[in-house]
C-alpha cells in the first residue's frame, strides 16, 4: 500500500518481517528466534534485565517518561525500552539505570533519512546482559 501507516499496521508487514527474522535464525547456529508476546511489542527478561522491544512508531520514544508509562501499563518494572523507527542511534538514561535505546539504521542515510533530516552513519546496537544483571549497551558500526 502506498500509505506507509496502513503498511505499518498491516497483519502482512510484520508477517514478512518476522518470517525474514524467522528463516534467519533458522540459518545461524548461534541465533534463537522467540515468539513476541504480540506482532508489535515482546518484553524479555534477561538475567533480571526487563526489556521492551518495539518498532518505536506507537509510543512516544522521545518522552522521558514513556518508559516508566509502559512499565505501568505491562505490570512489569522495565530497565530498557529498545526501539528502532528513528533511523538513529541514541541512548538515554531516563531514571537510575532505566534507558531508552533508539538502536540505529542498518541503511545509513538515504534519500528518506534525508528527507525526514535524520541523517546517521549505518550502526546496529547490542545489549551485553552478563550472569549478575550488569548490562552494557554499545553502538555496533557497520562498515559501508
Do not use: W
Not at 534485565?49 to 518494572?77: P, W
Amino acid at each position: 500500500t502506498p500509505n506507509k501507516n496502513q503498511a505499518i499496521e498491516e497483519e502482512s508487514y510484520v508477517t514478512i518481517n518476522k518470517e525474514i527474522v524467522k528463516r534467519y535464525a533458522q540459518s545461524e547456529e548461534r541465533v534463537t528466534y522467540i515468539e513476541p508476546i504480540d506482532n508489535y511489542y515482546h518484553i524479555m527478561d534477561i538475567n533480571g534485565i526487563n526489556m521492551y522491544f518495539c518498532h518505536g512508531h506507537r509510543e512516544a520514544v522521545k518522552n522521558m517518561n514513556t518508559l516508566s508509562q509502559l512499565s505501568m501499563n505491562h505490570g512489569v518494572d522495565l530497565d530498557i525500552l529498545i526501539h528502532g523507527h528513528y533511523h538513529t542511534f541514541s541512548l538515554i538514561e531516563v531514571g537510575d539505570d532505566k534507558y531508552q535505546f533508539s538502536v540505529g539504521s542498518i541503511k545509513g542515510a538515504d534519500a528518506f533519512s534525508e528527507k525526514i533530516n535524520k541523517k546517521s552513519s549505518r550502526s546496529q546496537g547490542a545489549i551485553l546482559i552478563y550472569d549478575d544483571g550488569v548490562f552494557d549497551i554499545r553502538q555496533i558500526k557497520l562498515n559501508e
